[in-house]
């Protein structure tokens, strides 16, 4: 599968954060892994797709990825209209659901926004049905996507808006060896950690990059906009790699 994030499409093509097109930059990644990542069997895109909650700006969503051939799941950053957010999954291909299962593997992505806050929050009764899929399916791996980072990442700035509760996720992870990969976006740059059995990384932005371990939210200027390619394995193993554009 391939993951992107914060994408921060506005109403108008020609918006622009920190002197960078949101739109034209979301649309060159996606035109890159239209071309080269022909064996992917999904796109992730975990947030901040808006960065207006303007049905405008998933209008442009749904034009960026007209021409990908594979099925796209979305779930909401803070910047996101949920509302609006599940308009785009009329078409065939695009869906918002809370998980999916493919061959060893139950994918889950979990809503992290808090509303009236950038900070993230985790729905307990969300928690409450990946604990019960776990139980139910031991034969499985568990990937778990969202928007928000569950551990902090060393950058003051960001760290403020870590997933208030994130404790109830992590007591699972530590308590579940099933889970072998934890992915989210957010922070506009690459983090890499480990806990239990369990690969925790995030995914850089389409668009501008930040730089890690800062105290105030810097943009990274050298640090190109990027994507994930993530493999499940059948032996519970994931491979995960950054590709930059």
């Known amino acids: 599968m391939i993951q992107i994030s914060d994408l921060h499409l506005s109403e ?10 949101t739109y034209e930059c979301a649309q060159k990644i996606v035109n890159h892994i239209s071309k080269h990542e022909t064996d992917a069997d999904c796109l992730i895109i975990s947030g901040d797709i808006s960065n207006d909650e303007s049905a405008a700006s998933y ?5 960026i990825i007209k021409d990908l051939e594979i099925k796209v799941y979305l779930m909401p950053g803070n910047h996101d209209s949920i509302e609006k957010l599940k308009s785009c999954t009329s078409h065939d291909l695009i869906n918002s659901t809370l998980y999916f299962e493919k061959d060893e593997w139950i994918t889950f992505m979990l809503n992290t926004k ?4 950038p900070n993230g929050f985790l729905k307990t009764d969300e928690l409450r049905i990946l604990k019960e899929k776990i139980k139910q399916n031991q034969d499985k791996y568990f990937m778990v996507f969202m928007h928000h980072h569950p551990v902090l990442i060393g950058s003051d700035s960001m760290d403020k808006m870590v997933i208030e509760n ?6 699972v992870i530590k308590n579940e060896s099933k889970i072998r990969g934890v992915s989210w ?19 850089p932005s389409t668009c501008f990059q930040s730089k890690p371990k800062s105290k105030t939210f810097i943009i990274d200027k050298n640090e190109k906009p990027g994507y994930r390619r993530i493999e499940l394995r059948s032996n519970g193993e994931v491979r995960t790699s950054v590709a930059r554009i």
């Open 12 to 21: 108008n093509n020609d918006y622009q954060v920190f002197d960078v097109n």
């Open 59 to 63: 209008k442009h969503l749904m034009e």
């Open 114 to 117: 808090k509303d009236g806050s």
């Open 166 to 171: 994130a404790d109830l996720l992590l007591d």
């Open 185 to 203: 976006g957010h922070v506009h740059n690459v983090f890499e950690a480990q806990l239990n059995k369990a690969k925790l990384f995030s995914t």
